[in-house]
């Protein structure tokens, strides 16, 4: 595990700070664990859905880069984003998310190549030869377009029916080529790509249930007459209705003993606080108590752009703080965890800006350390005949004396990791245009 220990740095005089006008100041760092740091500590990658759209926002592109080792396209490889009119492929925002992730040694999940869903609508009205040949051309282009690049394929996501019927669902590919479309979209992929990871991803089959036993069975079939499969995607969408099942270790794992990786692909679990952080560390036991289970992706970065929001199912919140959830899986990972605010750090910088004769203005930016932070604060000490006139962006308290000023934030607190923000304050020198001491950042 890497070690990001740093000293503090302690500010001996004033005149640190006065000559060039910024220093920079860092508060007591200890070794920070990630998700995925600490995932691969234990063979296995931990990854999220990402959206294209979203990796500008600084945060979101923060908090990815810092936890995550894998990422899901959460739309942007489905047929109708790749294939909208037939035979013309469009590539673009699902390879912005592949340089994103190649950029920093992330590996990507390719979802998905045959699903009923977000399929557009000139493939439904093909007939069976036709439909035959465009999910095979579908198939070829893409994941040619993608060779190597992609560590697992959805290449069918949720053929299965919910219920106890254990039948195939209908879908434009069932209803017209039968229950041997599977097959052939797992012999295109392989003859495609022989390098990637062939999956077949589904929900609600995530213990055992009549759902989950028609997907072993149809792998078990495969197995035995050579179909090319090499691993089961249990999707894992959770809620009070459908909370972790309690033989979701044992489902993974009688899958991975007919010779198949399984892994979770798309987690989350709606609730808050605790109960919410439990379910998420039994999900992560269950898949580190199977040796096959290679990886979890949780369905998301930030509450906020989850499918289903107003669940709040991730481990981010909406200002990219870390929840309780959080804690519970890097913990479940066997990472360091925060424990309440271990890993959360903060560091400052100062900045003289105008100056007049009677006065001066200073700037402190505050910024995030490797994990997101709720809270912080500053103190600043100025010289004793100083005076500080006035402040901005940020809520002051002061000690006794008038000299010391310990600055908190306004209202919210929260920076993602790697987040700045910043204050400022007028200085009335009364002769003395000394610089105020800075204190080291504490973070919360
Ligand atoms: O991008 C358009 C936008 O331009 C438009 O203004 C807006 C209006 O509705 O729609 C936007 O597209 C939406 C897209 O998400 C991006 O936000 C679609 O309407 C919406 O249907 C689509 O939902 C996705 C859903 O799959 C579709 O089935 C979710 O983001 C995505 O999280 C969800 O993911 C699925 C997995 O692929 C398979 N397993 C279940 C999982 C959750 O439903």
Partial sequence: MRSHARKALVLAT??????????????????????????????RYFGTAVAANHLGEAPYAATLNAEFTSVTPENEMKWDALEASRGSFTYGAADQILAHAQGRGMKVRGHTLVWHSQLPSWVGTLAASDLRTAMNNHITQVMRHYQGKIHSWDVVNEAFQDGSSGARR????????????????????????????????????DGVNAKSNAVYAMVKDFKQRGVPIDCVGFQSHFNSQSPVPADYQQNLQRFADLGVDVQITELDIEGSGSSQATSYANAVKACLAVSRCTGITVWGVTDKYSWRSGGTPLLFDGNYAKKPAYDSVLAALGGTSGGGG?????????????????????????????????????RVTIASVQEISATWNGTPSWDGTGKVMTMTPNGNGSLAAGG????????MTHGNTAPPTVGACTAS
């Fill in 342 to 378: 271990g890993t959360r750090t903060c560091s400052v910088s100062y900045a003289k800006q105008e100056e007049w004769g009677d006065r001066y203005n200073g700037k402190v930016t505050v910024t995030a350390g490797s994990s997101a932070i709720s809270g912080w604060n500053v």
């Fill in 14 to 43: 004033t005149g640190l700070l006065a000559a060039t006008g910024v220093v920079a100041l860092s508060g007591t760092a200890h070794a920070a664990s990630t998700l995925g740091e600490s995932a691969a500590a234990k063979g």
């Fill in 170 to 205: 209908s879908s434009p590919f069932q209803d017209k080529l039968g229950s041997g479309f599977i097959e052939e979209a797992f012999r295109t992929a392989r003859a495609t790509d022989p390098a990637a990871k062939l999956c077949y991803n589904d929900y609600n089959t």
């Fill in 420 to 427: 700045t923000t910043s204050f400022g304050f007028t200085v």
